[in-house]
């Protein structure tokens, strides 16, 4: 695209059913991460002044929020899903634009919203408490769910509207009040999506948006007092520091973090079948998700056969702006990111063997973009960094051993077990699997 004499649009804050800018005075840009001359719009630089009027705004709202029935809660998410499958196109389209996920992905994304709030809808109905046997006599025992009160809602730009929807929608079906802080890399998608509920009829203070740095938003969300549950997806450097925060002051806290998963392939695999798997794992996103396959743990006597079908395949992946439909593989989130992958290819260049890839791609459109070559390593030990450490980009290392026993090992020799999965055509082979990988 060329440059454009056209003013991006501002976008503000959400808080009490209005819009309006932050006390700071002050905005920051969001642009495509496929071509960074299109600025999607400019956002408001939050303060701990603007969550402070977000919490009060929810604390106002939570007592008419938690004695609306349940079910008429509920009634307003069906309202709301109805609304995002009505609006699924447009809001995909948008959301590749900001964060760069290929059309496909962020239909997928959507949906997964959609989805959560039929879900959550339906649990307006199945809020169901429990009665049980008195130890003592002529008395009755029983138990019903009551909200926590105000939820901070911090979330991740890789997925932007399927995990605020996640954490949003059984939050507020229980009577919870919201104040939402969304990544600074997607703040588009977060006004969108709250434009929506707006739209769906939650009730003014129920659902706060404020955007802007972790080191001032977020900080003040943990902090403070008045929030009593924090709901993180991000990070595992940024969710400890959180948690020691949340923990100082009694929060419930719920943390989704890092991840550094292994698909092992046994001599007796479906090759083809696991090279489909492990592509899509490990390049679809651009492997910018936390359950992305970053190492293949393979049998040494399937190891030639498999690579050469993974270097295949990965070389004929197509980059590119990801609203194009023929796009296979999209662009990084920002340069930062991009330096980071750089940085691990750099030090995989020591460890293991390039098969494939190893840098930036600049090549036409693709120099305006944060785009880096899916990148593959062969020979890297179990060990080593780029099979320990968390990089959340498209570099795939493959692990070479000899059985099951020493790919079981090398799939539980990491501090981020989070998913992983495994290949082969004997079903007790799988079930030990099951039993011993440690995900």
């Given at each position: 695209?060329?440059?454009?004499?056209?003013?991006?649009?501002?976008?503000?804050?959400?808080?009490?059913?209005?819009?309006?800018?932050?006390?700071?005075?002050?905005?920051?840009?969001?642009?495509n991460p496929a071509d960074t001359r299109d600025v999607v719009g400019r956002f408001q630089q939050g303060t701990a002044a603007d969550v402070a009027m977000a919490i009060k705004a929810a604390e106002t709202a939570g007592p008419m929020w938690r004695r609306t029935p349940a079910p008429k809660r509920g009634e307003i998410l069906y309202a709301f899903a109805e609304l995002?499958?009505?609006?699924?196109?447009?809001?995909?389209?948008?959301?590749?634009?900001?964060?760069?996920?290929?059309?496909?992905?962020?239909?997928?994304?959507?949906?997964?919203?959609?989805?959560?709030?039929?879900?959550?809808?339906?649990?307006?109905?199945?809020?169901?408490?429990?009665?049980?046997?008195?130890?003592?006599?002529?008395?009755?025992?029983?138990?019903?769910?009551?909200?926590?009160?105000?939820?901070?809602?911090?979330?991740?730009?890789?997925?932007?509207?399927?995990?605020?929807?996640?954490?949003?929608?059984?939050?507020?079906?229980?009577?919870?009040?919201?104040?939402?802080?969304?990544?600074?890399?997607?703040?588009?998608?977060?006004?969108?999506?709250?434009?929506?509920?707006?739209?769906?009829?939650?009730?003014?203070?129920?659902?706060?948006?404020?955007?802007?740095?972790?080191?001032?938003?977020?900080?003040?969300?943990?902090?403070?007092?008045?929030?009593?549950?924090?709901?993180?997806?991000?990070?595992?450097?940024?969710?400890?520091?959180?948690?020691?925060?949340?923990?100082?002051?009694?929060?419930?806290?719920?943390?989704?973090?890092?991840?550094?998963?292994?698909?092992?392939?046994?001599?007796?695999?479906?090759?083809?079948?696991?090279?489909?798997?492990?592509?899509?794992?490990?390049?679809?996103?651009?492997?910018?998700?936390?359950?992305?396959?970053?190492?293949?743990?393979?049998?040494?006597?399937?190891?030639?056969?498999?690579?050469?079908?993974?270097?295949?395949?990965?070389?004929?992946?197509?980059?590119?702006?990801?609203?194009?439909?023929?796009?296979?593989?999209?662009?990084?989130?920002?340069?930062?990111?991009?330096?980071?992958?750089?940085?691990?290819?750099?030090?995989?260049?020591?460890?293991?063997?390039?098969?494939?890839?190893?840098?930036?791609?600049?090549?036409?459109?693709?120099?305006?973009?944060?785009?880096?070559?899916?990148?593959?390593?062969?020979?890297?030990?179990?060990?080593?960094?780029?099979?320990?450490?968390?990089?959340?980009?498209?570099?795939?290392?493959?692990?070479?051993?000899?059985?099951?026993?020493?790919?079981?090992?090398?799939?539980?020799?990491?501090?981020?077990?989070?998913?992983?999965?495994?290949?082969?055509?004997?079903?007790?082979?799988?079930?030990?699997?099951?039993?011993?990988?440690?995900?």
């Open positions: 695209m060329t440059e454009t004499a056209v003013e991006p649009p501002t976008f503000h804050h959400f808080i009490a059913g209005e819009w309006c800018p932050s006390t700071s005075a002050r905005t920051f840009e969001s642009r995002m499958a009505r609006h699924k196109e447009r809001l995909a389209r948008a959301m590749t634009r900001e964060m760069g996920k290929v059309i496909a992905e962020a239909r997928g994304d959507v949906q997964e919203g959609i989805d959560i709030a039929y879900l959550m809808a339906g649990e307006g109905r199945r809020m169901f408490g429990d009665t049980v046997p008195s130890e003592l006599p002529d008395k009755w025992a029983m138990s019903i769910r009551q909200p926590i009160g105000v939820a901070g809602i911090i979330t991740p730009w890789n997925f932007p509207m399927a995990i605020p929807c996640w954490k949003m929608m059984p939050a507020l079906v229980t009577g919870n009040t919201v104040v939402f802080k969304p990544s600074s890399d997607t703040p588009h998608c977060a006004t969108l999506l709250v434009e929506i509920m707006a739209e769906a009829g939650f009730p003014p203070g129920v659902v706060n948006l404020v955007t802007g740095a972790g080191a001032e938003v977020g900080d003040a969300i943990v902090d403070s007092p008045d929030i009593g549950v924090i709901s993180f997806t991000g990070s595992s450097a940024t969710g400890k520091r959180i948690a020691a925060r949340a923990g100082a002051k009694l929060k419930r806290l719920s943390l989704e973090l890092g991840g550094k998963n292994g698909v092992v392939v046994l001599a007796d695999a479906d090759l083809d079948l696991a090279t489909d798997g492990i592509l899509w794992s490990a390049f679809g996103t651009t492997g910018q998700r936390c359950t992305a396959a970053s190492r293949v743990i393979v049998d040494r006597t399937v190891l030639a056969p498999l690579l050469d079908r993974l270097e295949r395949r990965a070389r004929a992946l197509t980059l590119g702006d990801g609203l194009a439909e023929t796009t296979d593989v999209g662009p990084l989130i920002n340069a930062g990111a991009a330096d980071k992958v750089a940085s691990y290819v750099d030090v995989g260049r020591e460890e293991g063997e390039l098969i494939l890839g190893g840098g930036r791609a600049t090549d036409g459109d693709l120099a305006h973009g944060h785009f880096f070559q899916p990148t593959i390593f062969s020979g890297v030990g179990a060990m080593d960094r780029i099979g320990q450490e968390e990089i959340f980009g498209p570099v795939l290392a493959v692990i070479p051993v000899e059985g099951y026993g020493e790919a079981m090992l090398a799939l539980n020799q990491t501090r981020y077990g989070l998913s992983s999965s495994i290949f082969t055509r004997d079903v007790n082979t799988a079930f030990r699997a099951m039993r011993d990988f440690e995900t």
